[in-house]
């Protein structure tokens, strides 16, 4: 069994679904305890029953500063420290820039952007007086890749991208790595929408080299290998992790619109 994690304390949030939810359970088959952060509190109460001990689930809304103070004080009543943080939480509503609502991109930008810098904010807070820590923030293909009617989404997962390396220079002195990932199509919950409609389907394995959608758990072994100590000299990274897809560019998804 892989014990790399034991005595190892993580939050997760957007844990109940889709890249957090595979990031919770590899973490849990590592040996750490696990924090789930998230607003689906039904979901995150049925986990915490599969894994009494090892899982508190903390409700949360990432764009609200107070949960997320919340959240890191409850990590530390419940288990005692934080050493590793994964940001995930995110969703977008999508429109051409014409069409976009100011409301749609308030909701994205904030969801997407805000509330990983409110959680690095106070997670690095905690890590920088107990020794250091590391953090990863799931960013997107999109951060450097546009895609049509994906505006605020785009935007807000590149600057995920740029804040990531923002904070691993101010951090890297007091002991916390600061890495992103930037997952391609995975099949999620969020991406069932575009990946369950045939024509779309068809138009993203044109393509994506590998001719598939990733499952969450190949986002997560790489998340993980990130807060690793086989990732000790890894700071301010943004890894790629798409099937090769960034190499041939994003499909045209106007004529879906």
């Known amino acids: 069994m892989d014990k790399r994690f034991e005595n190892k304390v993580a939050i997760v949030t957007g844990g109940a679904s889709g890249i957090g939810y595979a990031i919770v359970e590899s973490l849990l088959e590592a040996g750490a305890k ?7 509190e039904q979901t995150m109460q ?4 599969t894994h009494p001990g090892n899982v508190i689930a903390v409700k949360t809304n990432v764009t609200l500063e107070q ?5 890191v004080n409850k990590t530390i009543e419940a288990f005692g420290q934080l050493d590793f943080a994964f940001n995930v939480a995110g969703a977008s509503k ?3 820039i014409t069409d976009l609502t100011e409301s749609d991109w308030d909701f994205t930008v904030d969801l997407c952007l805000k509330g990983v810098f409110l959680c690095v904010k106070h997670q690095a807070r905690y890590m920088k007086d107990h020794g250091g820590g590391a953090i990863v923030n799931v960013s997107s293909l999109n951060a450097q890749v546009p895609m049509y009617a994906g505006t605020a989404y785009a935007s807000a997962k590149a600057g995920v991208e740029m804040l990531t390396k923002n904070a691993a220079l101010e951090l ?13 199509l995975v099949l999620t919950p ?4 575009l990946t369950n409609v045939e024509v779309i389907h068809e138009a993203y394995m044109e393509r994506i080299p590998m001719k598939r959608a990733a499952d969450p758990k190949e986002m997560a072994g790489p998340a993980l290998f990130l807060v690793s100590d086989d990732a000790s000299y890894v700071n301010g990274a943004s890894l790629i992790v798409d099937g090769a897809w960034q190499t041939t560019g994003y499909p045209d998804l106007s004529k879906f619109f």
């Open 67 to 71: 949960d997320i103070e919340q959240l």
């Open 94 to 96: 999508a429109a051409v």
């Open 34 to 40: 696990v924090v789930i952060a998230d607003l689906n």
């Open 46 to 49: 049925e986990i915490e029953a």
């Open 172 to 184: 890297a002195r007091h002991n916390i790595r600061v890495n992103a990932i930037l997952p391609g």
């Open 190 to 193: 969020l991406t069932s929408q």
